[in-house]
């Protein structure tokens, strides 16, 4: 689940670095390339696990 989310976290920090203008100074271009991308697949991680229960054995 978490891997499905990485497309979708790089599509939408691609949308906000866009929207926000293709910032180049650091603490904003960090923040929207690394963090957007990285929760989104930390938040696929955390629901796949959550909801994963009703497959266990």
């Not at 203008?21 to 796949?48: A, H, M, Q, R, Y």
């Amino acid at each position: 689940m978490g891997g499905m989310m990485a497309l979708p976290g790089l599509f939408l920090a691609l949308l906000i670095w866009y929207i926000a203008g293709k910032p180049v100074t650091e603490p904003l271009e960090s923040i929207i390339c690394n963090v957007i991308p990285l929760t989104s697949v930390g938040l696929g991680l955390f629901f796949g696990w959550k909801t994963g229960g009703e497959y266990a054995n």
